[in-house]
């Protein structure tokens, strides 16, 4: 039940495989002449799938890489502010975290995100802390970032479309919109959305940046993720990462080079679609497994004896990750020694793969539906679940 690393689909798998050996045949033939048109052909079509133009989007390794890409190439000065969630995966914090320690040292803040709560909360609360930051009147504009719009220094807000953990959907085309009035870069870390979010349209959506990885949910080889960069914003990417034998050029130019990588890993992401198409196609891929996600989870939830963490009336917060409360007394403390007990007990003793993590108070585990996945697995989880969460208990309750 894995969201972190994904999960290789057979036929990707097979396709790999191929491509490899097509690739080990004559790598001088592959490299110089075939690697380019397939992988414009991947670009292509995964500008299809998220409704954007071939020319906006690059494959690169992962997330970490686009987001490092996208947040070197801003030019910084100490007035500009980044904005991260309390949400936020680790390695996005630690960029914000890196540019900040760094030479002119823009601020680093972070909006705070406590579950259990709501779209509309969420909103509310983003738009006040955005107003609090912008204080000069909304920028109608949404074509023109060029100058200070806080009154001081730029702002850019990097913000999660799923957060990581707890696995939650958030209303984020209102918080790019939010961005957008004052001015604010927004920065969409998707990397749980290619394969997970139905009908991405980034054209309507307009995010100034967006990147997701392709190995968690659509199901190509790992490691391969999308970076979209709409035209209005490619002026901003000076130089790829790594800096590319075509340079200066147009993002996809540079992207053709970035020194010799396996072009598989890439085009694995063409047999992912394909895959996709031959099970029945994204409605029933949704459709499937975000009903397992809903039904799944409340039955872990009932083995455990717990509530799902999500409790808005439709579950607004769940596409196909919903996090269950683990019964764990609040006398076992948050800490790092207990979450990796945990893991240790789970991944390697009991051979499940479900992160399970401290939020806002509570242990929680957080569930997710891929397509691999069946209720009987969902009621595997919560018995496993229950004997684990026990012997934490026994093991790290403090006296109260
Ligand atoms: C929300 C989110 N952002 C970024 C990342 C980083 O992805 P990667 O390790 O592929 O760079 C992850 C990884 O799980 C994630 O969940």
Not at 151 to 180: F, H, N, R, Y
Not at 281 to 303: M, N, P, Q, W
Request: hydrophobic share 40%; proline share 5%; aromatic share 8%.
């Amino acid at each position: 039940m894995a969201g972190a690393y994904g999960g290789l689909a057979k036929p990707v798998r097979d396709y790999y495989e191929e491509i490899t050996a097509r690739i080990e045949s004559n790598p001088e033939l592959f490299m110089r002449f075939h690697s380019g048109p397939l992988s414009a052909d991947v670009r292509e079509r995964i500008a299809g799938f998220i409704g954007a133009e071939a020319d906006e989007c690059v494959l690169v390794t992962n997330a970490t890489m686009a987001v490092t890409t996208i947040m070197k190439n801003f030019m910084w000065h100490a007035e500009d502010v980044i904005i991260t969630l309390g949400t936020s995966y680790t390695s996005i914090n630690t960029t914000a975290q890196s540019l900040h320690d760094i030479h002119p040292h823009p601020s680093h803040r972070v909006f705070q995100l406590n579950f259990p709560t709501t779209h509309a909360e969420i909103i509310t609360s983003f738009r006040t802390f955005i107003q609090s930051l912008a204080k000069t009147t909304p920028d109608s504009d949404q074509d023109v970032k060029s100058g200070p719009t806080t009154g001081t220094g730029k702002i850019v807000a990097i913000i999660d479309s799923i957060c990581s953990l707890p696995g939650v959907l958030l209303p984020w085309q209102e918080m790019v919109k939010t961005c957008a009035e004052y001015g604010v870069w927004s920065v969409l870390d998707a990397a749980h959305s290619l394969g997970q979010e139905p009908n991405i349209n980034l054209t309507e959506s307009r995010p100034d940046f967006w990147f997701s990885n392709a190995h968690k949910w659509l199901v190509s080889k790992r490691a391969c993720a999308v970076m979209y960069v709409p035209r209005r914003n490619q002026h901003i990417i000076k130089t790829v990462l790594p800096t590319a034998h075509i340079y200066p050029g147009t993002l996809v130019q540079q992207c053709e080079w970035t020194g010799t990588i396996d072009w598989g890993l890439y085009l694995s992401v063409g047999a992912a679609l394909d895959f996709r198409q031959w099970i029945g196609g994204e409605e029933k891929i949704f459709a499937y497994c975000h009903d397992l996600a809903l039904r799944g989870s409340t039955r872990v939830a009932e083995i455990l004896g717990t509530r799902t963490l999500d409790e808005t009336p439709n579950r607004e917060l769940t596409l196909n990750m919903a996090d269950v409360i683990l019964p764990i007394s609040s006398s076992v403390p948050g800490s790092p020694e207990v979450a990796l007990a945990l893991k240790k007990k789970m991944i390697i003793d009991r051979k499940v793969s479900a992160s399970s993590h401290y939020h806002n108070g509570k242990w929680m585990v957080r569930c997710c539906a891929q397509i691999y996945n069946e209720m009987e697995d969902f009621e595997k989880l919560g018995r496993l679940y229950l004997e684990a969460c026990q012997e934490i208990e026994e093991q790290f309750r403090t006296a109260t």
